[in-house]
Each structure stands twice: as C-alpha cells, then as structure tokens.
C-alpha cells in the first residue's frame, strides 16, 4: 500500500502507528513510510513551519513532483531551501495566499531548475528582485500566477518575459503594471492564457501590442480593467482569430457594433462573459449566431436580458454548458423554457436574485436537462417545496444553492434527499423553514455531502447536529447563528464528521468552553 501511494495530504490519511509526539516529529515520520510519493499537500497547515520542513524533505522526497504550501504561511526561505535541495524532480510548487513570502522566499525557488507551474498569489513580499531570481533559475516555466503580488512593476514582468520564453499560462492580476508590461507580454509565443483582472494601469493601447504578439493567445481575462474599451478587445480579436475565451466583464457599460461584428470570425469560441454590461436582445441573437460553439456565457449582473433574449442565444448556442443569469432581474420561466428545450447538455445554471422563476420554469428544466450538476437559486423568492419536487428530477445534481429562500422548508429537502443522491454541496442560508427533520433526511439520502450552509436556519437543534455527524465526507459546515445549538451538538459533529475542514460558528451563543475539550479531531479553521 504504501510503495503505491502518489497523492498525500496529512489529513486525508488514518494516523500512523506511532507513539504520541510532537507535531515536528510526528509529521516527518509519517511521511517516510511513504517513499513513492509524487505529490503532497501541506495547504492550511498552520503547523508546518521551517523546522518541520527541513526535518520533512529527506531523502525519501527525491521522487516528489508536486507540492502544495498555499496558506501554510510559517514556512519560509529554510524551508523552501531545504525542498530545492532536496526535491530536484518538483516541477509544481503552490505558495498562495502565504503573505509573508518575499525575495528570500523566491530565491529559494529560483534553486528548483525544472520547475514547470509556480503559483504565488498574494505573495506580498515579492518584488522585481524575487521575480528575477525565479526567471533566471527557472526559465522553463509554463504556469506563473502572480496575482495579488502588488510590488511587482514593469521592470519584473520584462525580464520574465525575456528569460521565461516557454510560458503559457500567466496571471498579472491586480498588479499595478502599465502598457509596457503589455509589450513584453506580447514576445511570449507560446502564451496561450493571459488574466490581467483589475490591472487599471492598462488600456486600449496596452492590448493593441497583442494585436501582432502572443501568436498562440486562445484565452484572455481582462475583467474589471478600468480602462479598457471595446476598441481594445477588437485588437486582441483581429489578431488571435482562434480565441476560446473571452471575460471582459466589469470593464465598460456598452459593446460596440465592430466588436460584435468581429465576433463572427471567431468559429473556436467556446466561453465568453460579459458580466455587468447593457445587453440587449439583438446583441444576444448577434453573439449565438456568430459563436455557435459556445459551452458559456456569463451575463451576470447584465442589464436589459430578456426572454426573447435567451430564446435567440439558447436556440443558436445549443452547446451550451454553463449559463450565468445571476442578477438578470427580467428573466421568467420563459427563459427556462427555452435553455430546457434547446440546451440539453446544460451542467451549470446560476439564477441568483431572477425574481420570477417559478417552480413551472424548474419542472421544465428537471425533464429538459437531465445533465444538470449546479443549480444556484439563492434569493429566488418563489422557490417553495414544490419547485424543489420539480428539481428532484436532476438526478446528477452536485450542487444546490438555496439560500433565503424564505417558503422552504423541511418537505422540499425530503424531495431533493430522495432523488439527488450525488450531491455534495448545499446552501440553505436564512431558510428559516429547515429543521432538525430535514437534516436528518439529507444525513441519509445525500452521503457525498462535502459542504453545508445553514447558517440562521435558527430552528436547528442539537438534534440536528447529530443527524449531520453520520456524514463522513462533510469538510466545510457554515453554522451561524444558531442560537439553539449548543456544545454538546458541535462535539456530535467533531466525533462523527472526520473529514472536516472549516466550521463557522459566529454568534452560535450556547456553544461554550466545553467545545475546547481534547477531541479525535480538529477542523484547520474554526471561525467563531
């Protein structure tokens, strides 16, 4: 079993035979039983620090390809000096979300020569000096995220783009770059996917460089980029006729006609999003016959999507997977009528906040799309027990959300427990009807259950808790404000829920110091 394993994370695995130590010596000793591991998973271990690190990465890491660090904000430089010297075949390193790793930290992994995909987002302390380090020692990168990474300029952008010519992946995001980052970009020939989200330092002039750069370019986000226009997109459209991907949503209010005209050239477009602009039913017709290929589209927050807007775009685009109506306040059941009739191989439908959806739109769609796998309904206000006995036809259902959806109750969760026996995430926030008797019926009907929001459901008990401890695969389990649950009910789901991660307890006021007693388990974040 264990020359076998390839995957570790310290959490997922029964605990060794060893006798009770320390957290430095426990976690080294452990991994040594597992000599062929190739990837580990260290990500919100607040535990592992450099010393844990420099006792970890011994000689049976030799063989370790990938390792995840995201969030696990003690190790730094000693650490990460031991792993280079050690772990000469690591081609991924993931560092997210570690906010004090810098320069130190990055020269460190400028030692890993053959690494491939390096993730640092919000990684504050990195600067050009770090960046540099990481592009001179390993130049065959192919994946770097840097979003979040705000002392990296121009000047660090250049050189990686000078030194790291096989990059193909490359995320900027938020980085207070400006056009000539754009003109470096644009000499990687190999780029195949480019996020510069929020960069508000780049405009029009900025993309135009891509116009005759980045040959291979197939995927752009360039959402929330104050100044960018349609005419800018237009550049980076004229010359990349293969694009599979388009997000320039939150960036101007209006799409121009030669934008929307160009759209027609590009036949491999698969996923576009638009989200926070002015739509109109003709742009709508113009996008589904120009980009039949589509499988997404995002039109979160869009004003003026109607219903005989989605009847022209679901009609053309009969591919499509994934719909994005989150926000679109005019859409009825029409517009289900439509996706129902026309979209069968649908997976992802998001209708947050569209009003007047009824339960005769979910029954249509429970027999239209029986592909469905995420459902988002929070803040539909006429979602009752009945539209969820309409739903309960989507038998592949992985994810519902229905929060403050105020008519439901234990009932509707008896319809969904029965049928949508793969689910494994559900958001019933402030659904103020559910109650220890619907967590008991998804406790037995839904056991793939990963995540849980029932935070004001304020009826829930102890009880209920203890219905919800048999799921063993529960890792995420939101429980605001649950004034009548007490100690006793979190130590039920302690015992039982083995695999949990997080647990938000705010303003649960009867859960008292007895919750900190010794227990087989302790979730890595516990918000209370």
Known sequence: MASRLQGFHPDRLPPPEVPPSPPSRVRPALLRRYPLIERLDLSACAAVDDRLACAAFGGWAARLRSVNLSRASAVRAEGLEAMARVCTAVEEVDLSYCCSVGDREAAALGGMAGLRDLRLVKCLGVTDVGLATIAVGCVGLETLSLKWCLKISDLGVDLLSKKCCDLKLLDISYLKVYNESMRSIASLRKLESLSIVGCSFIDDEGLAFLNCGSPSLQSIDASRCDNVTSSGLLWVIKGHDCLVHINVGHCFPELGMPFLSKLEDLKSMKSIRLDGFKVSESILRMIGLGCKALDEI????????????????????????????????????????????????????????????????????????????????????????????????????????????????????????????????????????????????????????????????????????????????????????????????????????????????KRCYHVDDMLYRPSPITPKTLDR
């Not at 022209?312 to 306040?329: F, G, M, N, P, Q």
């Not at 519902?400 to 019933?428: M, N, P, T, Y």
């Open 298 to 505: 995002g039109l979160s927050k869009c004003e003026g999507v109607t219903d005989e807007g989605i009847f022209k775009l679901a009609s053309s685009c009969v591919e499509l997977r994934t719909i994005d109506l989150t926000c679109c306040h005019l859409v009825t059941d029409a517009s289900l009528f439509a996706i129902a009739d026309s979209c069968k191989k649908l997976v992802c439908l998001r209708l947050e906040s569209c009003g007047l959806i009824t339960e005769n739109g979910l029954l249509r769609l429970g027999s239209g799309c029986s592909s469905l796998e995420e459902l988002d309904l929070t803040d539909c206000s006429n979602m009752n027990d009945s539209a969820l006995k309409c739903l309960s036809r989507c038998l592949e259902l992985l994810v519902l959300k229905l929060g403050l959806c105020s008519s439901i109750s234990d009932e509707g969760l008896i319809h969904i427990a029965s049928s949508c026996k793969k689910l494994q995430e559900l958001d019933v926030y402030r659904c103020e009807g559910i109650g220890d008797d619907g967590l008991e019926v998804i406790a037995k009907g839904c056991k793939q259950l990963k995540r849980l929001n029932i935070c004001y459901c304020t009826q829930i008990t102890d009880k209920g808790m203890k219905h919800l401890s048999t799921l063993e695969k529960l890792a995420d389990l939101e429980l605001r404000r649950l004034v009548n649950v007490t100690s006793t009910g979190i130590t039920a789901i302690a015992m039982g829920c083995k695999s949990l991660v997080e647990l938000d307890l």
